[in-house]
């Protein structure tokens, strides 16, 4: 398929492992950001065909995985209404919250439906007047400016039963976070890419600057996800510290500006919470005044007073942070798996922990690099 | 005013509806017009012809088939009921679906299918002549898969408690002493074979039920395997395993085999067959073609030695054309499927969870 197999090409791979291979004099912590990245890394195996001295690190880059458990109850309340149609992507339908998933919900009877765009739920809710649709808006940057612009679509349309859930996150603060963190010994990132087609790297550069830390933008092929690590390393060996561009063929500084105005006239910054993580300042999109009719813990002010605690047995966040890979979690492929995940990391096909448990278990008894990792493991990172 | 009784006539119950309505369930006078107009002309056999609760099957008139006396064979059974929705989709409907599922599940076994019964759960409301097509299909299934369908029921369910039409197939076969084809008989050195592209029938009914279009429309691969069967079979009578890779795709099959034989396989995910707008509709929904489900594609595990043969006989049959050998059974990581992967790692392709749902971005 063009524009997909030359970026899957094994002689173009085999030639920037081994440029890497040639670059990497010393260990450096590489953490990609992105859950797609993640999944395109184990779907094609790279973590076993990198040299040891880069250890790729899985960041908090799944939407799905990041979404609060709060959250996902508050969805449940409301999917459970009968007055109310919910609609979501796909992938959150399996995430659990603290006692059921959405689709135990669609199973007692609740309308829950899958979509494949915010804007088709427009069309349900034209075609159900006497429902109020529902749209759980979660995602980062990416997502942002299509749920953004269902909430325009509906106020110009005059469609009033239709609102979002919001759970929006945004990439820099978190990699600020990240780096504010003690715990974390992350050498360079891998900034992900279709965040930055959106939005552009412009907003990076301040980091790179006050973190001395290497920032790659970076696509989701292996050819792609080498040619980021390639540029990180290249800069951690030579002690540079800047944002590079190894997705040139889909962002630009500046990103995509329409998208960028849209999100700002329905959105503006807030304080998120993170699953596993806690809270992020400023990490996330909140409705704007103007638009918060759209709002459904305003249309429906009972799911405010909604509040989770998460599970005690799940290292999700420590996942999400790097500071934990999922096979070194007590409940990984035990208590903990995609049939029963007790963490989102466990659900979403993004998600690390998944990631892990559909290409990982061959490697995990295979290769001595896990074992070297268990072992970092047990002197505390 | 004089009472005109000449012009005076009894409301007569409508008796041909467009649609649907309960009382083609009723087991009334509806019910014996809807079987004797839409279903019997296209089921005449003279097992059918009975009419009786049940059908009575001489065996001594069933053919051997060239398997020899009829005591020496087995009988394989099997049923399975069809929920799809759309009904009609691109490449087939419910009808061809039911027979084919059935005949393969069969095949599978390696036996030759013989007989089938249906079983319709239509639901009030459904048009006559989606239900016309759809047996219609039925019947020219039958035909072209080579059995006949000696019994059938018909049920009609209140409008909302069913999806249009639900449709259970049972199917019953017979196979030939020296077959001996179990999930449980893959060998360690064995050759993997898949009998063409991957995914076509899994795609074709998103496409329809998501509204998405392709510049090459999706068609559902839906098709009778036992023709595909019987030449392997001829080519070589110690295949090993064979299923058909439906609901759960590749994966599902491989898994399963890996399980039942406790062995290893390995394969390579760029020889897997997999047709470009397939792939294409899998990348932009980011689904794994290997799980995606086929409705006329097997998986075969044959000894080695066998292998160039039984490929070369499958490749000459219609069905076949594109059959290749994707990888091998291997004594290693017992239970594990491991893919080598486009660029050279490897990965386990492990059982899907669940149901297949598209990731968000």
Known sequence: ????????????????????????????????????????????????????????????????????????????????????????????????????????????????????????????????????????????????????????????????????????????????????SPEVQVNGFLAAGHVCTVMGYWEYEPLVKKYRVPIVVTGFEPVDVLHGVLLCVKQLEEGRAEVENAYARSVQRDGNRPAQAIINQVFEPCDRPWRGIGVIPQSGYKFRPAYADYDAEQRFPEVQSIETKESSLCISGQVLQGLKKPNQCPAFGKECAPQTPLGATMVSSEGACAAYYRYGRYAESQTPKIQLQESEAGLGV | MALNFASWTCPLPLRNYPTIVMGHGSGGKMMADLIEHLFAPQFSNDLLAQLGDSTVIDLRQIADGGSGAIGNQRLAFTTDSFVVSPLVFPGGDIGELAVNGTVNDLAMSGARPLFLSAGFIIEEGLPMETLGQIVASVAQACRKAGVQLVAGDTKVVNKGHGDGLYINTSGIGLIAPEVNIAANRAQPGDAVIVSGAMGDHGMAIMSVREGLDFETEIKSDTAPLNGLVGAMLAASRSIHCLRDATRGGLAAVLNELAAASKVGIEFEEKRVPVQPAVHAACEMLGLDPLYVANEGKLVAIVPEAEADSVLAAMRAHALGREAVRIGKVVAEHPSLVVARTGIGGSRVVDLPAGELLPRIC
Not at chain 1, 84 to 101: K, N, W
Not at chain 1, 149 to 170: D, Y
């Open chain 1, 1 to 180: 398929m063009k524009y997909i197999d030359e970026y899957r090409d094994e002689t173009v791979t085999q030639r920037l492992l081994d440029e890497i291979r040639r670059a990497a004099t010393r260990s450096w912590k590489i953490m990609e950001v992105c859950g797609g990245q993640t999944h395109s890394i184990l779907k094609s195996g790279l973590d076993q065909l990198l040299p040891s001295e880069i250890d790729l690190v899985h960041g908090p880059g799944c939407p799905v995985c990041v979404t609060p458990l709060e959250l996902i109850d508050k969805a449940i309340a409301l999917a459970s209404r009968p007055d109310v149609i919910f609609a979501s992507y796909g992938d959150m339908l399996r995430v659990p919250g603290s006692e059921r998933d959405l689709f135990s919900v669609r199973a007692a009877g609740g309308d829950v439906r899958i979509v494949y765009s915010p804007l088709d739920t427009l069309k349900i809710a034209r075609d159900n007047p006497n429902k109020t649709v529902v749209f759980f808006g979660i995602g980062f940057e990416t997502t942002a400016p299509a749920n953004a612009m269902a909430v325009v679509q509906a106020k110009a349309q005059g469609i009033q039963n239709f609102a979002m859930l919001v759970s929006h996150v945004t990439v820099p603060p978190a990699i600020s976070a990240l780096m504010e």
